[in-house]
């Protein structure tokens, strides 16, 4: 898979999830019902990205971990929800499996399940 329709794949899933969104998801070759708001999965999409991007950029580990350590905002709430600075935490997982991927040769396997692009949609509309 291009790098591109990985994106776009996850951005889809992330911005469609109203029918008045659909222009822009058969823009980008969605024809599907709107996506389910997941926060959990969204959460996750987000991460994948945010990882992605840190690769592309060429930003090292270390310096994933200092970037993200300049949002004190979503340390703080994270902390409070979830005991632990999360964000932080996925993010650097998700680069860390990136960075093996790209080792080994083998495509990143995202953890969600199903895999983005593939999740629960709307139902029909009357």
């Not at 709430?77 to 650097?92: F, M, P, V």
Request: hydrophobic residues 40%; contains cysteine.
């Amino acid at each position: 898979m291009v790098l591109s329709d990985w994106v776009a794949i996850r951005v889809i899933e992330l911005t469609y999830n109203a029918w008045d969104m659909k222009p822009f998801a058969v823009d980008l070759g969605d024809s599907g019902k709107p996506y389910v708001w997941d926060v959990d999965r969204r959460f996750m999409i987000r991460c994948e990205l945010d990882a992605a991007f840190f690769h592309l950029y060429g930003t090292e580990r270390w310096e994933v971990a200092h970037i993200m350590d300049t949002f004190p905002v979503v340390k703080e709430r994270d902390l409070k929800a979830h005991g632990s600075y999360r964000t932080k935490e996925t993010i650097l997982e998700i680069y860390d499996a990136m960075a093996k991927a790209t080792e080994t040769g083998e495509p990143y396997k995202t953890v969600l399940n199903p895999p983005p692009g593939e999740g629960p949609r709307h139902p029909a509309r009357d």
